[in-house]
């Protein structure tokens, strides 16, 4: 079946602009994360929708970040006046539950310049 | 001290022995976890994933669980290029926060012909 899409692929943005990134987890998985990873380095979770539940944000870098589950599906990361620093490239990620294994998406690679 | 933890390597291992990866987590609580390979410049991909203690067998892959020492550890037998990656170790991030995930920082392997 169809495993988990991020798009665009690959997005280059000036300083300052605002930026979307979008993600469509696999059908049926109620579990939805969004990490970073930058160059050479791990991965740094940003963001968790369950079901229904009030999304766990803790890992946002800045208010400048945030992100919405629509209809348990589709999210989208919006990213403010993007900064330098904000170059990486940004996974999205599924599960059919909390607590299992976790299907990545192919990722966003973000270039701010 | 990280939640999980892994050596950064990179592991050099000759073509057809054994690698053998290990990850150490401070949380005695975590219950689940969870092995990932990540081919250079690709997202990570689910290998594994064990539950209890013990030994969980797949194809060539092995991981072990040992909750009373606090690591899991995955083995390649016969291992082949094809198999020259970066390995995270992932579990829960705290016990009663089932659906996080705490990414260790990876093992890089690298299989020589």
């Known amino acids: 079946g169809a495993g988990v899409s991020q798009s665009p692929s690959n997005k280059v943005t000036e300083k300052g602009k605002d930026v979307e990134l979008r993600c469509d987890p696999i059908?049926?998985?109620?579990?939805l994360y969004w990490y970073r990873q930058s160059l050479g380095q791990g991965l740094e979770f940003l963001i968790y929708f369950q079901g229904n539940s009030a999304p766990d944000k803790s890992g946002l870098p800045s208010d400048r970040f945030s992100a919405e589950r629509t209809g348990g599906s589709v999210s989208t990361l919006t990213i403010q006046r993007t900064q330098q620093e904000d170059s990486a490239v940004y996974l999205c990620?599924?599960?059919?539950?909390?607590?299992?294994?976790?299907?990545f998406g192919p990722g966003t690679r973000l270039t701010v310049t | 001290q990280k939640e999980v933890e892994q050596n950064s390597g990179p592991l050099s291992v000759p073509e057809g022995a054994i690698a053998s990866l290990n990850c150490t987590y401070s949380d005695r609580g975590s219950q689940s976890f969870f092995w990932y390979r990540q081919y250079s410049g690709k997202s990570p991909e689910l290998i594994m994933s064990i539950y209890s203690n013990g030994d969980k067998e797949d194809g060539r892959f092995t991981a072990q669980l040992n909750k009373a020492s606090q690591y899991v550890s995955l083995l390649i037998r016969d291992s082949q290029p094809s198999d020259s990656a970066t390995y995270l170790c992932?579990?829960?991030?705290?016990?009663?926060?089932?659906?996080?995930?705490?990414f260790g920082a990876g093992t890089q392997v690298v299989v020589t012909p």
């Open positions: 990620a599924s599960s059919p539950d909390g607590g299992v294994g976790q299907y």
């Open positions: 992932a579990g829960p991030q705290r016990a009663d926060s089932w659906g996080k995930l705490q």
């Open positions: 059908s049926g998985h109620t579990a």
